[in-house]
């Protein structure tokens, strides 16, 4: 198994560019999740998935978009991106939900100039 | 707000020696989760200690929780080299203000195992 995968590691995008940030894992687990991680902040969630076509908002969900069509697939899309998104991005899964260990993808890490 | 909050932020030891990491928190949990992140990886779960249980051990790692005071340490005996990473709490809330799913992250401490 892969696990979590996720691309691409590094991207840097200007101020109002938007584009789509990739995470699969093969393990058949139903809830996804996104993290942004920044110094001094530990992990933050953005947004979540219980399930293919079931998405809901984190805790900063502002300036991100999420989609589940599939199980597997579980992309972020930034709109507008902007300097404050600059942060290193982790995705996970997990068998059940937040009661259960997460798996983490390697993250990617993304500069807005 | 962060939930949990590592102490130290930074611990430095030699080869060899236990290294202990604590973890305070602020609400009610269901259960508490320690990570472990090496530089420029992503986080790997450690250990899962539920809100019922006092200790848990896995490998040389102990964890123990104390409901009462909202606390949790991290025990890592006879480090290696390779334990050098950060160390992550993450508790589920009973009561969250985000919604049902959610784990919440603290800061982590940051530890370098000196050869």
């Known amino acids: 198994n892969a696990g979590v995968t996720q691309t691409p590691k590094f991207q840097v995008l200007k101020t109002g560019q938007s584009m789509t940030l990739q995470c699969a894992q093969d393990m058949n687990h139903e809830y996804m999740s996104w993290y942004r991680q920044d110094p001094g902040m530990g992990l933050r969630l953005i947004h979540y998935s219980v399930g293919a076509g079931i998405t809901d908002q984190g805790e900063v969900p502002n300036g991100y978009n999420v989609s589940r069509s599939t199980t597997e697939d579980f992309p972020l899309r930034l709109l507008s991106a902007a300097p404050s998104q600059t942060s290193v991005y982790f995705c996970?899964?997990?068998?059940?939900?937040?009661?259960?260990?997460?798996?983490f993808g390697p993250g990617t890490r993304l500069t807005v100039t | 707000s962060q939930q949990g909050e590592e102490d130290p932020q930074a611990l430095s030891i030699q080869e060899g020696e236990n290294a202990t990491m604590n973890c305070s928190y602020k609400t009610s949990i269901n259960n508490l989760q320690w990570y472990r992140q090496n530089s420029g990886r992503g986080l790997v779960h450690l250990i899962l200690?539920?809100?019922?249980?006092r200790e848990k051990h896995s490998g040389r790692l102990r964890v123990t929780l104390d409901t009462s005071k909202k606390s949790s340490s991290l025990l890592i005996t006879a480090s290696r080299a390779a334990d050098t990473a950060s160390y992550f709490c993450a508790t589920v809330d009973i009561i969250s203000n985000f919604g049902n799913e959610k784990l919440t992250f603290g800061t982590g401490t940051r530890l370098t195992i000196i050869p």
């Open positions: 200690i539920r809100s019922n249980e």
């Open positions: 996970a899964s997990s068998y059940g939900d937040r009661y259960y260990e997460q798996y």
